[in-house]
Structures are given as C-alpha cells and as structure tokens.
T-cell receptor, first 115, second 115 residues
Framework: AQTVTQSQPEMSVQEAETVTLSCTYD???????LFWYKQPPSRQMILVIR??????QNATENRFSVNFQKAAKSFSLKISDSQLGDAAMYFC????????????FGTGTRLKVLA | ETGVTQSPTHLIKTRGQQVTLRCSSQ?????VSWYQQALGQGPQFIFQ???????GRGNFPPRFSGLQFPNYSSELNVNALELDDSALYLC??????????????FGAGTRLSVL
C-alpha cells in the first residue's frame, strides 16, 4: 500500500523569504501523480501544484515549485517570496493512475508566515 | 472557488443517531470522492462514486454509505454515529476521461460533532 509522510508538523518563514516543505512517499508503482494542496482556515483544500511521475521536469506555478526525486521518492515544495496569505496547512498527496483514483494524504505541515 | 458545495457546514449529533451530508459536484465532473479529516490529521479516503456506482472504498465500516445521483451530486450517510466519527468531511469532484487532468476539487467540508 502507498504511504505519504510529512515529517515537519510546523514551519515558519519570514515574509518575502523562501521556505521548503518536505514530503516522502512509498509506492511500488512506476506511474502516479503527486500533489500539494493548501488548506487555509476556511477549510477548503486548494490545489497548489501537480506533478506527473513520468515527467522528469519539476513542476512550477508562479512562486511555487517542486523538487521531484523519483528514485528517492521525495517531493518537496518550495515557496518563494512568501506572503502572509501563504499561511495555511499544506498537504502532500499521492494518486494512483489505475483503479480507484483516490488520494493518499500526508499528515500536513502548518506554515506560519511572519511579518 | 472550486464550484463544489457541501451542506450543511456544521452539524451536531448525538451518539447512535444517523446523519446525511450532501455534496454538489463541479459542473462537468462525473466522479465524487468523500474523505474524513480528523482534527490535526490528513484526509482519509472513505469511498468514491463514478456514474452513480461505488468505485472504491477505504477502510471504513459499512455504516458509512453513499449515493450518487444522475446529476452527479452525492450524499454520505453515516448510521449509528460514534464519538470517533467527529471530523471534517470533505467531498471532492473530478472528471474521469482521456482529457481529465486527474485533479480533485474539494468543497469546504461539513464539520460533524458527535456528542
């Protein structure tokens, strides 16, 4: 069975600085998808970034980028020029490409942005 | 804003009662997944519905059941409520198909408290 691990329960970053959130996963599959979702106090999970395992190129979305290391089963999220609005819970998620397209989530990292 | 709406936003029940949670999926989506998010944890997959049929189930007992309607909206029913059922219940809609981006879009959830 697949598992997702986020080893940083909480992280802090100064406004305008860069922070990296870690995620590791375990799977025997060769093809899958990985995601980072943000959950603010409003509770709605918002997609931050998506990576397809067969693509070697790291995904980027504006200030958000990932470091995808398939062999190491690592998928970290880098947030550049951090803003107060980035403060939230961040969840790493794994999704298979066959069968039930369920997400397997990590336990989350709470990101605090300091003014 | 994802276009996925859930009702009610909050609910208080007593142990042993039954509850129904509702979800309206995003326009054009044919798949609905339900997740349970306990306090301080990542969401856990309950089940998924695709074209009105259950398409996979997580490690939840049969007292958790669901429905999907022809308009792809969905219900989650929980019978014989237990204290441990207190959680945030998230609904996510997605589209299965060749052009789908395999992204699940989440509602803001229903907070269920069992007393």
């Amino acid at each position: 069975a697949q598992t997702v691990t986020q080893s940083q329960p909480e992280m802090s970053v100064q406004e305008a600085e860069t922070v990296t959130l870690s995620c590791t996963y375990d799977t025997s599959e060769s093809d899958y998808y990985l995601f980072w979702y943000k959950q603010p106090p409003s509770r709605q999970m918002i997609l931050v970034i998506r990576q397809e395992a067969y693509k070697q190129q790291n995904a980027t979305e504006n200030r958000f980028s990932v470091n995808f290391q398939k062999a190491a089963k690592s998928f970290s999220l880098k947030i550049s020029d951090s803003q107060l609005g980035d403060a939230a819970m961040y969840f790493c998620a794994y999704r298979t490409t066959s069968g039930t397209y369920k997400y397997i989530f990590g336990t989350g990292t709470r990101l605090k942005v300091l003014a | 804003e994802t276009g996925v709406t859930q009702s009610p936003t909050h609910l208080i029940k007593t142990r042993g009662q039954q509850v129904t949670l509702r979800c309206s999926s995003q326009s054009g989506h044919n798949t609905v997944s339900w997740y349970q998010q306990a306090l301080g944890q990542g969401p856990q997959f309950i089940f998924q519905y695709y074209r009105e049929e259950e398409n996979g189930r997580g490690n939840f007992p049969p007292r958790f059941s669901g429905l999907q309607f022809p308009n792809y909206s969905s219900e989650l029913n929980v019978n014989a409520l237990e204290l441990d059922d207190s959680a945030l219940y998230l609904c996510a809609s997605s589209s299965k198909g060749a052009r789908a981006k395999n992204i699940q879009y989440f509602g803001a959830g229903t907070r269920l408290s069992v007393l």
